[in-house]
């Protein structure tokens, strides 16, 4: 009976140490298995997922958030440049002779006024200064085709006829010299909505170009 007693409490001790090291294997190949097992042995698939989640934001932020110096650049210069546009096409109501030049500076306004709204709006939202009213050079570089101040007279002083041509060779310059900005927007701009609104200015203008030429009779 003594030995029965024994045997058993043998058996015992055998199973619980052999209990003990069927868990202590199960942990320490989880922890072997899966250096990322987090508190508790439970693997930590946030660690994993973390960097493909904040590449796919940041790629996000890329194309529709993110800017650089170049869409400063076109936002600052587009934004006079435009303006200036705006002044031309609005001599043409008193001034011009032609219903197809009183429509094309109808148009330019347009077109123009709300993008001098949006460029504005996303100067501000940078937190850079927008070019004040009036305060633009008309001579100024990087803003390709401006009309000098001398110009500006001429224009101002012209009727009929001689205004029509006036304003459409004055224009074409004009808007060739906003094309030129808006590609060099997309080639060095990293701002989506910029981007888009760049390829809108070289098709429009570059249309408007070649309607302009033909009024002339150079087409």
Not at 84 to 93: F, K, R, S
Not at 157 to 163: D, L, Q, R
Request: include cysteine; hydrophobic fraction near 40%; proline fraction near 3%.
């Amino acid at each position: 009976m003594i030995r029965k007693r024994s045997l058993m409490r043998r058996t015992a001790v055998v199973a619980s140490a052999g209990a003990a090291a069927l868990v202590l294997a199960a942990c320490g190949g989880s922890g072997d298995d899966d250096g990322s097992a987090g508190h508790g042995g439970h693997a930590a698939p946030a660690s994993s997922s973390a960097p493909a989640s904040a590449s796919a934001s940041a790629s996000a932020s890329a194309s529709q958030g993110q800017h650089n110096a170049a869409d400063v650049a076109f936002a600052k210069g587009m934004v006079p440049h435009h303006r200036q546009a705006v002044e031309m096409a609005d001599l043409a109501p008193g001034r011009a002779r032609s219903a197809e030049v009183k429509k094309l500076a109808a148009d330019i306004r347009k077109a123009q006024d709300p993008e001098i709204r949006t460029l504005s709006g996303w100067l501000t939202s940078w937190g850079e200064d927008v070019p004040a009213e009036g305060a633009m050079d008309h001579s100024a570089h990087d803003m390709g085709g401006m009309t000098t101040a001398e110009e500006m007279t001429e224009l101002e002083n012209a009727s009929g006829t001689a205004f029509d041509t006036a304003f459409m060779e004055m224009m074409i310059k004009h808007h060739e010299g906003a094309v030129d900005m808006a590609k060099t927007e997309q080639a060095d701009g990293t701002y989506g909505p910029a981007k888009k609104v760049a390829g809108e200015i070289i098709d429009s203008q570059s249309a408007e170009i070649e309607q302009m030429n033909e009024l002339l009779g150079r087409g």
